[in-house]
C-alpha cells in the first residue's frame, strides 16, 4: 500500500510548526536501516538521505530534518519480527497486564494496535479475552492473520481506521508502540487515532525516551524510521492541540529507555508522575542548547574511541564478529563507517529473516548466530548494547568463550 505523506527537507515543527529549528547532531548521510542487500545487490547503486537531529526552540521537540519516503523507511519485505525479540515480548505482556486493569477493559472490549506487526502485542490482549485488530503496512501483516490476529494490511489513514470501525467498532484501547514517533504528517495521525477510539477510550503510546537517550548517549537510536524523539512537554503540547489530554506517562525499559504514554479524549486531569517527570526533564537541562553542544561532543569522542579499540583489537586476534543486526547497529556502523574490514560477519537470532543478507551500505554479511559458536571468534561487538547483559548471558550459555566489545556510551572490553 503506498503512503501520500510529505517526503523531503523539514522546514517546520513537525509538532507547533515553528520554522526556528537548531542542528543538535549531523550524522551525515545515512541508508535506510532496513535496506538489506541480497548478495546480487551488492555490486547496485544504494542511496543515501540526510540524517541529522535538529531541536525546535518553540515547543522543545527533537526531530529529523528530513523525511524519507515511508515505503523506503518500511519496505513491504519488512526484515523484523517483534515476537523474535525476548525483551519486547516481556514489556508487551507488561502492558497488557498494567492497561487491562487500570482501564477496565473487559472480555470483547475492543484493542487495536497500529502497525503491529506480526501481531506479538495484540496476542497478549487475546489470550485475555479482548477483541483485537491490527493496522500494519508490511507483510509482517502475513505473519499476524496466519496467527489468528486479525490484521488490515496497510497505513494508518482514513480508509484503514474505515475498515477496522466498520468491522470492529471503536476501539477502547489503541496502542502504537515503537511507532508513534515513525509515522509523518502529525496532525493527521492525530485525528486517525482520536476516530479509532470510544469517547472513553485511551491511546497508548511507547517511543524512545529523550531522557534515555541523553542519559546513556544512546545516539544509534536516531533513524530515519524515527522521525521525532520525545520528550513530555512536546506531547502535552500535542495532546492538547488536538483536543486530548496527556493523563499518564511512565518510563520503561524497552528498546534502551522508552517513555510510556497514556492520552484521553478532552480535558482530563493529569498524574502527579507526569509533573515530576517534566521536572525531571526541566532540571537535566534537555530544553537547553548547552546541553545538548555537549552531547553531540561526547558521541564524536565515542565514534573515535569506539573505532581505535576496534583497530587495536582486530591486530591482535584477525577476527571481530557483531552480535544483532537491529536496525540502530546500521546507524551505529554508518555513522562510525565500521564495515566488513572490522567485522567479518554479525551473528542474528536463528529464524531471522535477516540472516543471508548484508548490512546497508557497510556490507556485513549476517548469519545465525550459530556460527559464532562454532568459529569462537576473540572479540563480539554487542551491536544491541542497551540489552547487553541478557545477550552476553546467552552466549555465554550456548557456548562462546571470547571477549565483548560493549560500543557506548563508554567503548570498553568485557
Request: charged share 20%.
Amino acid at each position: 500500500m503506498k503512503s501520500q505523506t510529505f517526503v523531503g527537507a523539514v522546514k517546520k515543527c513537525q509538532i507547533c510548526s515553528s520554522k526556528n529549528l537548531e542542528l543538535t547532531l549531523p550524522l551525515g548521510h545515512q541508508l535506510p536501516v532496513s535496506s538489506y542487500l541480497t548478495e546480487k545487490l551488492l555490486k547496485e547503486p544504494e542511496v543515501t538521505y540526510p540524517l541529522n537531529l535538529c531541536r525546535c526552540q518553540k515547543c522543545g521537540l527533537m526531530q529529523l530534518d528530513y523525511i524519507i519516503d515511508p515505503n523506503i523507511a518500511f519496505p513491504f519485505i519488512y526484515p523484523y519480527r517483534s515476537g523474535l525479540t525476548n525483551m519486547l515480548v516481556r514489556n508487551f505482556k507488561e502492558l497488557a497486564n498494567s492497561a487491562i486493569p487500570k482501564y477496565n477493559l473487559q472480555p470483547g472490549d475492543l484493542v487495536v494496535d497500529v502497525g503491529s506487526n506480526d501481531g506479538t502485542l495484540l496476542q497478549q490482549f487475546k489470550e485475555q479475552g479482548m477483541q483485537v485488530a491490527g493496522i500494519e503496512p508490511t507483510n509482517a501483516a502475513d505473519a499476524a492473520n496466519k496467527n489468528k490476529i486479525p490484521t488490515v494490511q496497510d497505513f494508518i489513514n482514513k480508509r484503514s481506521i474505515a475498515q477496522v470501525a466498520k468491522k470492529y467498532g471503536l476501539a477502547k484501547l489503541v496502542t502504537a508502540t515503537n511507532v508513534f514517533a515513525h509515522i509523518n504528517n502529525v496532525p493527521e495521525l492525530m485525528r486517525n487515532i482520536k476516530n479509532l477510539m470510544a469517547s472513553n477510550g485511551v491511546f497508548v503510546s511507547e517511543s524512545q525516551y529523550l531522557m534515555a537517550i541523553a542519559e546513556k548517549l544512546e545516539f544509534d537510536t536516531i533513524y530515519h524510521d524515527h522521525l521525532r524523539y520525545y520528550s513530555l512537554k512536546p506531547l502535552e503540547y500535542l495532546f492538547n492541540s488536538a483536543g486530548c489530554s496527556l493523563v499518564d506517562a511512565e518510563r520503561i525499559s524497552a528498546a534502551g529507555g522508552s517513555i510510556r504514554v497514556f492520552m484521553m479524549k478532552g480535558k482530563k486531569p493529569q498524574s502527579l508522575r507526569v509533573k515530576k517527570l517534566i521536572a525531571e526533564e526541566e532540571k537535566m537541562g534537555i530544553y537547553r542548547p548547552v546541553f545538548w553542544a555537549n552531547f553531540r561532543k561526547q558521541a564524536m569522542e565515542a565514534k573515535d574511541e569506539l573505532l581505535a579499540l576496534l583497530l587495536q583489537c582486530k591486530k591482535q586476534s584477525g577476527q571481530i564478529a557483531g552480535l544483532t543486526s537491529s536496525a540502530r547497529s546500521n546507524t551505529l556502523l554508518g555513522f562510525t563507517g565500521i564495515n566488513s574490514q572490522f567485522l567479518d560477519y554479525i551473528g542474528e537470532k536463528s529464524g531471522s529473516p535477516k540472516i543471508g543478507l548484508f548490512t546497508p551500505g557497510t556490507h556485513i554479511p549476517v548469519v545465525d548466530e550459530k556460527q559464532i559458536i562454532k568459529n569462537q571468534p576473540k572479540y563480539l561487538l554487542v551491536l544491541s548494547w542497551h540489552i547487553s547483559k541478557e545477550l552476553m548471558e546467552k552466549m555465554r550459555e550456548l557456548g562462546y568463550k571470547g571477549k565483548f566489545i560493549i560500543p557506548l556510551p563508554k567503548p570498553r572490553v568485557i
